[in-house]
């Protein structure tokens, strides 16, 4: 596939894709994300006194607390962030959480809860008001390097391990331990290289390195080979997962998996690399837009492929590079909008596109000295995001609101230094914050999601006030507005969603279905960008 010439004009989920000036509003806007030093946050060991690297960051996804921010990093501690605060004020609380790196993380859809994935074999679902393990899953083999919750359900999530499994689990399952939970279904060699006689590429490697090393050391070759990267759901009972080295994104479909079988289960559907690589390569990275139509998947060939997941055409939509990604611990998200494609990258740049324009040079963020790893949109506020670094620290990006009403500026973004200042982590808070506020964060979000009539508009926010919710699209309004900005009563962006209702039983709806249920009814809940704004 010829990169370069592969995209014309096309359609992208009901969007035309067409040629945009460098000199859009959009870059213009994208060209205000700042990181100032007091959002610039080291990670350290507290007991060794040295820096180490942050693996996986994301926002809670708990009503009113969608400002707290989760940093997991390579000694298994995680550190809760209150992003609505800097410095030293954001920090809310730290635990060590796992023996081992701690590889990712996802929220509960509607409560405080963590779910952790670490490297070593299990996960853990926690209780961040309280830093209390609720419950620990254990049956893998490996490094566990992916977990994801389904859409709208906190009891049910898939997790995908080095050992080459896919596991789905229940939070609600009764074992004979009180805290240990087994699952309750298992996709065996999810992804395992085949050669061109069809045997498994794993048999052919992994020899022992040496007569005194453990049998565990011998299959750190073959696990590499068969490891399952990434795991996330598609509607209620889709799974999609992809690996290191075979290439391909596969989706399951659990209703048609007969955990009892002996066999080895065959995906559903499937998309086979079509890169122009000779050897097939893995992702390190799986993000669906808002609708779940679109799958975003970064490729350690340097590309990010958009494949339509209503009819499965094998080959992608668009793609998106610029970036480098030659390790699987580059990853991507998108803006609450679906409006911009946020990607880590080896080159210490994090890359942002504009999803209506593939073909456009990407924005860059600088300042990092390392490799950009984890990144993550706030979920309510295009103007905020976050990027991890191998350089051991994570930053918080932002849009200064007073700037943007300003006429904007057309120079590049800068970091301020701050080698002199001590680490985060080594700071004392200061003591003229309210700590019980401090302390009492977490707690106040258990108390409001169980007294949803509660009339605080913030959670451990002090005397500052969060800021109101916008979306860049919010900027171009004011920018074309004249006159002396209006004062407007701010509003909560909280908004409970329906209940997901399962299905009739005895009746099952089948994938094509439900993909085109899913679509039109997120089309006529959620407005585009461009419904706001036609002529750009």
Same mark, same amino acid.
């Given at each position: 596939?010829?990169?370069?010439?592969?995209?014309?004009?096309?359609?992208?989920?009901?969007?035309?894709?067409?040629?945009?000036?460098?000199?859009?509003?959009?870059?213009?806007?994208?060209?205000?994300?700042?990181?100032?030093?007091?959002?610039? +946050?080291?990670?350290?060991?507290?007991?060794?006194? =040295?820096?180490?690297?942050?693996?996986?960051?994301?926002?809670?996804?708990?009503?009113?607390? +969608? +400002? !707290?921010?989760?940093?997991?990093?390579?000694?298994?501690?995680?550190?809760?962030?209150?992003?609505?605060?800097?410095?030293?004020?954001?920090?809310?609380?730290?635990?060590?959480?796992?023996?081992?790196? =701690?590889?990712?993380?996802?929220?509960?859809?509607?409560?405080?809860?963590?779910?952790?994935?670490?490297?070593?074999?299990?996960?853990?679902?926690?209780?961040?008001?309280?830093?209390?393990?609720?419950?620990?899953?254990?049956?893998?083999?490996?490094?566990?390097?992916?977990?994801?919750? #389904?859409?709208?359900?906190?009891?049910?999530?898939?997790?995908?391990?080095?050992?080459?499994?896919?596991?789905?689990?229940?939070?609600?399952?009764?074992?004979?331990?009180?805290?240990?939970?087994?699952?309750?279904?298992?996709?065996?060699?999810?992804?395992? $290289?085949?050669?061109?006689?069809?045997?498994?590429?794993?048999?052919?490697?992994?020899?022992?390195?040496?007569?005194?090393?453990?049998?565990?050391?011998?299959?750190?070759?073959?696990?590499?080979?068969?490891? =399952?990267?990434?795991?996330?759901?598609?509607?209620?009972?889709?799974?999609?997962?992809?690996?290191?080295?075979?290439?391909?994104?596969?989706?399951?479909?659990?209703?048609?998996?007969?955990? *009892?079988?002996?066999?080895?289960?065959? /995906?559903? &559907?499937?998309?086979?690399?079509?890169?122009?690589?000779?050897?097939?390569?893995?992702?390190?990275?799986?993000?669906?837009?808002?609708?779940?139509? #679109?799958?975003?998947?970064? %490729?350690?060939?340097?590309?990010?492929?958009?494949?339509? %997941?209503?009819?499965?055409?094998?080959?992608?939509?668009?793609?998106?590079?610029?970036?480098?990604?030659?390790?699987?611990?580059?990853?991507?998200?998108?803006?609450?909008?679906?409006?911009?494609?946020?990607?880590?990258?080896?080159?210490?740049?994090?890359?942002?596109?504009?999803?209506?324009? $593939?073909?456009?040079?990407?924005?860059?963020?600088?300042? +990092?000295?390392?490799?950009?790893?984890?990144?993550?949109?706030?979920?309510?506020?295009?103007?905020?995001?976050?990027? /991890?670094?191998?350089?051991?620290?994570?930053? @918080?990006?932002?849009?200064? #609101?007073?700037?943007?009403?300003?006429?904007?500026?057309?120079?590049? $973004? =800068?970091?301020?230094? !701050?080698?002199?200042? $001590?680490?985060?982590?080594?700071?004392?808070?200061?003591?003229? @914050?309210?700590?019980?506020?401090?302390?009492?964060?977490?707690?106040?979000?258990? &108390?409001?999601?169980?007294?949803?009539?509660?009339?605080?508009?913030?959670?451990? /926010?002090?005397?500052?006030?969060?800021?109101?919710?916008?979306?860049?699209?919010?900027?171009?309004?004011?920018?074309?507005? *004249?006159?002396?900005?209006?004062?407007?009563?701010?509003?909560?962006?909280?908004?409970?969603?329906?209940?997901?209702?399962?299905?009739?039983?005895?009746?099952?709806?089948?994938? &094509?279905?439900?993909?085109?249920?899913?679509?039109?009814?997120?089309?006529?809940?959620?407005?585009?960008?461009?419904?706001?704004?036609?002529?750009?």
């Amino acid at each position: 596939m010829n990169i370069p010439g592969f995209l014309g004009r096309r359609q992208l989920s009901g969007l035309e894709v067409t040629s945009r000036r460098r000199g859009s509003p959009w870059r213009s806007l994208l060209e205000q994300f700042l990181c100032y030093a007091e959002d610039e +946050h080291f990670v350290e060991n507290n007991e060794l006194g =040295v820096d180490i690297p942050p693996f996986v960051c994301e926002f809670s996804r708990a009503p009113h607390s +969608h +400002h !707290i921010l989760a940093v997991a990093d390579e000694d298994g501690f995680i550190k809760l962030i209150d992003t609505n605060k800097t410095a030293s004020s954001a920090f809310i609380k730290e635990w060590p959480a796992h023996s081992n790196a =701690v590889f990712d993380v996802a929220w509960s859809e509607n409560e405080p809860k963590l779910l952790t994935a670490s490297g070593d074999q299990t996960s853990v679902l926690w209780d961040t008001v309280q830093c209390r393990v609720i419950s620990r899953f254990t049956g893998h083999q490996s490094s566990i390097k992916s977990v994801n919750f #389904r859409r709208q359900d906190a009891s049910v999530f898939v997790s995908g391990s080095r050992d080459g499994n896919i596991m789905l689990w229940d939070t609600r399952s009764k074992t004979r331990s009180a805290v240990s939970v087994s699952p309750c279904l298992v996709i065996a060699n999810a992804h395992v $290289p085949t050669s061109s006689t069809g045997a498994p590429k794993s048999a052919l490697v992994g020899r022992r390195r040496g007569c005194g090393m453990k049998r565990r050391s011998s299959l750190i070759q073959g696990d590499y080979h068969k490891s =399952v990267t990434c795991t996330l759901f598609q509607r209620h009972n889709i799974i999609v997962s992809a690996g290191a080295s075979d290439g391909f994104i596969k989706l399951w479909d659990i209703r048609k998996i007969n955990p *009892t079988s002996k066999k080895e289960p065959v /995906c559903w &559907e499937s998309f086979p690399y079509t890169g122009t690589s000779q050897r097939q390569h893995g992702y390190s990275s799986l993000v669906f837009d808002s609708t779940q139509s #679109r799958l975003f998947a970064s %490729c350690t060939d340097d590309v990010v492929y958009v494949y339509n %997941c209503t009819n499965f055409n094998k080959e992608p939509m668009c793609f998106f590079q610029g970036h480098m990604n030659s390790t699987f611990y580059v990853r991507s998200a998108l803006s609450p909008d679906d409006r911009f494609l946020l990607s880590g990258s080896s080159d210490s740049k994090a890359y942002i596109w504009d999803i209506n324009a $593939p073909h456009a040079p990407p924005f860059t963020l600088t300042g +990092h000295t390392k490799e950009v790893t984890s990144v993550t949109w706030f979920r309510d506020d295009s103007t905020q995001l976050v990027t /991890c670094s191998a350089d051991n620290t994570f930053r @918080i990006w932002r849009i200064d #609101r007073n700037l943007v009403t300003s006429p904007v500026s057309t120079k590049s $973004p =800068v970091t301020t230094s !701050i080698t002199s200042r $001590p680490s985060l982590y080594k700071q004392k808070i200061d003591e003229s @914050i309210d700590n019980e506020d401090k302390e009492n964060v977490l707690s106040g979000i258990s &108390e409001r999601y169980q007294s949803p009539e509660s009339g605080h508009e913030s959670v451990g /926010c002090g005397n500052r006030k969060p800021l109101k919710a916008l979306t860049i699209s919010h900027f171009l309004q004011r920018r074309h507005k *004249t006159g002396k900005s209006r004062h407007r009563k701010q509003r909560s962006s909280y908004s409970p969603s329906s209940p997901v209702r399962d299905e009739d039983e005895g009746h099952v709806t089948s994938p &094509e279905a439900e993909a085109r249920s899913s679509q039109d009814s997120k089309s006529q809940m959620k407005k585009t960008i461009l419904d706001y704004f036609p002529h750009i």
